[in-house]
């Protein structure tokens, strides 16, 4: 267990409006990262950080921005929800000296 | 473009061994790490190789060749609980990770 919880678990929200998943660690971890995972595509990045306020794009970043205004927390919003953003969203660090990434519990994000 | 080639699905029997196979052309190697994720869970680390050769760690053991783009992971001694996806994810940089679509493992009594 490396410490990390994800809010909302569970959402269901319409097409336009904005949506904000939080991500929180207790452990101090420098790299946080958000991926979604959907059916026939595996994991992919959304966005990471590597430090408060230092962020960086990833694979899939298009409607999607983020946030770190302290250590523990990296929020994911959703400026303007579309039904291709349903998907489950999982936060991720990175520790150890192999650099693992270890995962939260994931949210999932319906958008009618 | 990052490649990664696992199978779909796969079963097993229970008490048997299986090998999951993951296949890769990426730009950049870094390591390679396998995850197990049930379904409704998150993933979960399993296990880690940047050399070439084995590792193994109680049932489950990785194996890479990165001269040939590849690795498989071996699962002993199967239990039910083993039923399970396992993806398959190539670092190619400091903080690029590339997962493959996951195999999904299903062991039959």
């Known amino acids: 267990d490396a410490g990390i919880t994800q809010s909302p678990r569970h959402k269901v929200t319409e097409t336009g409006t904005p949506v904000t998943l939080r991500c929180h660690q207790t452990?101090?971890?420098?790299?946080m990262y958000w991926y979604r995972q959907d059916p026939g595509h595996g994991l992919r990045l959304i966005h990471y950080?590597?430090?408060?306020?230092?962020?960086d794009k990833g694979e899939v970043s298009d409607g999607y921005s983020v946030s770190r205004s302290k250590t523990e927390d990296f929020l994911l919003t959703l400026e303007s929800a579309t039904s291709s953003q349903t998907s489950v969203y999982f936060c991720a660090i990175k520790e150890g000296h192999q650099e693992t990434q270890y995962f939260g519990p994931g949210t999932r994000l319906l958008v009618l | 473009g990052q490649n990664i080639d696992q199978p779909t699905e796969m079963t097993a029997t229970e008490g048997a061994i299986v090998q999951i196979n993951c296949t890769y052309q990426?730009?950049?190697?870094?390591?390679l790490f396998w995850y197990q994720q049930h379904a409704g869970e998150a993933p979960t680390f399993l296990s880690y190789?940047?050399?070439?050769g084995l590792e193994e760690k109680g049932r489950f053991s990785s194996f890479l060749s990165r001269s040939k783009g590849y690795s498989y992971l071996l699962l002993k001694e199967l239990q039910m609980k083993d039923s399970a996806s396992y993806l398959c994810a190539v670092e190619t940089g400091a903080n690029n990770l590339f997962f493959g679509t996951g195999t999904r493992l299903t062991i039959i009594p």
């Open positions: 990426t730009s950049g190697f870094n390591g």
């Open positions: 190789n940047v050399l070439d």
């Open positions: 950080s590597y430090g408060v306020k230092d962020t």
């Open positions: 452990e101090n971890h420098r790299y």
